[in-house]
């Protein structure tokens, strides 16, 4: 059963426009989430996160969208660069950032064409 | 520098020959977490620990043993392994203050013919 969906395999955006990944969720108890970005070869490194208190969190050129009713929460990436190409996950949890257990989607991947 | 770190970091190896992968990480951090990457399924947790002697299964933990003696390591055991553990593991660790600064390792690319 998988609580936490990535239905998008793969994304593929013009250098400059805006990158739109989308997450969807089953367990309404998921109360932060977060966003990964891995490179090949390499472990994941945090992105942005986001607490159920909020819908909408910023940093720098990435904003997270939580629509709680539909469980659904969405990365925006603005403008996209080459260098953002790499598999994107997103991750939810129960417990705030207390959190111990860490549920992640199956990833898209972005690709931005220069 | 401030880093976790696994290993092996490659390793093939048969079908019920136990193995430990091991993972270490020297910023002190009380979360510690281990995970499996598959195609189409994305990264999954294992198992985590929450402090020195304290862990909990995560998503899917059937096939592993960890152990969580001293803060800085938490090795992943696989006893018994099978073919439907090959996988890329990764080990993780955060200090419980910090929810999103999540530190993971390199990667451990394991297959079991």
């Known amino acids: 059963d998988q609580q936490v969906k990535q239905n998008s395999p793969s994304l593929s955006v013009q250098e400059g426009r805006i990158s739109i990944l989308n997450c969807d969720y089953t367990?309404?108890?998921?109360?932060?989430f977060l966003w990964y970005k891995k490179y090949p070869a390499e472990g994941p490194t945090f992105l942005i996160s986001?607490?159920?208190?909020?819908d909408k969190n910023e940093d720098g050129r990435f904003t997270v969208f939580l629509n709680k009713s539909a469980k659904h929460l969405s990365l925006h990436i603005v403008p996209s660069q080459p260098g953002d190409s790499a598999v994107y996950f997103c991750?939810?949890?129960?417990?705030?950032?207390?959190?111990?257990?860490?549920?992640f989607g199956q990833g898209t991947i972005l690709t931005v064409h220069p | 520098e401030a880093q976790v770190t696994q290993n092996p970091r490659y390793l093939i190896t048969v079908t019920g020959k136990k193995l430990t992968v091991t993972c270490s990480q020297n910023m002190n951090h009380e979360y510690m977490s281990w995970y499996r990457q598959d195609p189409g399924l994305g990264l999954r947790q294992i198992y985590y620990?929450?402090?020195?002697?304290?862990?909990d299964k995560g998503d899917v933990p059937e096939g592993y043993k960890v152990s969580r003696k001293e803060k800085r390591n938490f090795p992943l055991i696989l006893e018994s392994p099978s073919p439907n553990q090959t996988s890329l593991y990764f080990c993780a660790s955060r200090d419980k203050r910090f929810a999103h600064e999540q530190y993971f390792g390199p990667g451990t690319r394991l297959t079991v013919t």
């Open positions: 367990n309404s108890m998921f109360d932060y």
């Open positions: 986001i607490s159920s208190i909020k």
């Open positions: 991750a939810a949890s129960v417990g705030g950032t207390s959190y111990g257990k860490l549920t």
């Open positions: 620990s929450m402090n020195v002697e304290v862990t």
